[in-house]
């Protein structure tokens, strides 16, 4: 009895000891061809725990480069392209750009049939004027502006009334004459010069009779510069057309008395054109630009950021009935 006890005790022994796993000599159990297929192809136990999900991380993502992408269109859509019609290193002959007149512009030269312009447009020379005639109106600039202070971005004179617009005060300089003496005999020499010259620059692109063409005020010289202006009128720099603003014009010039880069930064002309483009003239001392006065050529002056902008602007008009003398002085 008791061998035959002994002898299951004995079977059950050897039973247990070959249903217990073996080990390896490592310590670990061993691991079937299976099971380390399926450890090498396991992702690796990020070392600080698992990174956060969020449920929506994908919808959030792609709508924030929506949103992005709807601002980069945006953006660019409202914003011109920018060309160099004139540049200041271009020692400009003659350069001209033809537009379509603006019904307003046909509607005030249509009683007029020998002011009626081929084209509307602007027109661009360099050489227009003598270096001795620069010289004579610069020093003819000098002693006018010398009779105002500089107080803000813009100063003007009207050569045709003798008044210079300042920040809170206006000088009659032709009244001021009488005891200081600005003006001299060869002025209105200077003055007729500068109008007829530019009158016949006109009359040479837009195809129009010399003799129908006749000075509309106003008549001025600016002085623009980056200081801030006082009053709403000397914020030179926002967009105008110059039939509207001065109702008289048809036709506008503009000599330029400073050079962009050397004189000033800023002050550029720059013509706000329908195919979405603006198109920049640069001032360059000497440097005459004529354009069409009415839609056709909105345009502005870009503020001036360093230095003194100096600029002669004329106007002229198809309608005797508008016509200025010409200043005594």
């Given amino acids: 009895m008791s061998s035959e006890v002994t002898q299951r005790k004995g079977d059950a022994v050897s039973k247990s000891v070959k249903e217990e796993p073996k080990e390896s000599t490592s310590g670990s159990p061993s691991k079937t061809k299976k099971d380390k297929e399926e450890a090498e192809d396991a992702p690796p136990k990020l070392k600080y725990g698992p990174m956060p999900r969020f449920s929506k991380q994908r919808l959030w993502s792609r709508g924030i480069l929506i949103t992005g992408l709807l601002v980069i269109v945006w953006y660019n859509s409202g914003k011109k392209n920018e060309q160099s019609f004139a540049s200041f290193d271009e020692e400009i002959t003659t350069k001209a750009m033809k537009t379509r ?18 084209q509307c447009g602007r027109f661009v020379v360099d050489n227009l004027f003598a270096p001795q005639e620069i010289y004579a109106l610069k020093e003819l600039m000098e002693r006018i502006f010398n009779e105002g202070k500089v107080e803000g971005a813009a100063t003007v004179f009207d050569l045709q009334l003798g008044i210079m617009q300042l920040e809170g005060e206006t000088l009659d300089l032709f009244k001021l004459n009488s005891t200081k003496p600005i003006f001299q005999k060869s002025d209105q020499i200077i003055y007729l010069n500068l109008k007829g010259k530019l009158q016949r620059l006109i009359s040479s692109y837009f195809a129009v009779d010399h003799w129908s063409l006749y000075a509309a005020a106003p008549f001025f010289i600016t002085r623009l510069t980056r200081k801030f ?17 001065f109702k008289t014009y048809q036709f506008s010039t503009v000599l330029f008395m400073s050079d962009y880069g050397t004189d000033i930064d800023g002050g550029r002309l720059i013509f706000i054109d329908g195919d979405n483009t603006n198109r920049t003239v640069d001032p360059k001392v ?9 839609e056709e050529s909105l345009h502005y002056t870009e503020r001036v950021l360093k230095g003194t902008r100096y600029a002669i602007t004329v106007g002229f008009t198809c309608n005797p009935k508008d016509a200025v003398a010409d200043p005594k002085l």
């Fill in 101 to 118: 007149c603006s019904p307003s512009l046909d509607e005030a030269v249509k009683p007029f049939p020998k002011c009626i312009p081929k």
């Fill in 229 to 245: 202006a006082k009053r709403e009128n000397d914020e030179y720099w926002h967009p105008a057309v110059h039939q509207k603003q």
């Fill in 286 to 294: 000497g440097r005459a630009i004529a354009f069409s006065a009415g």
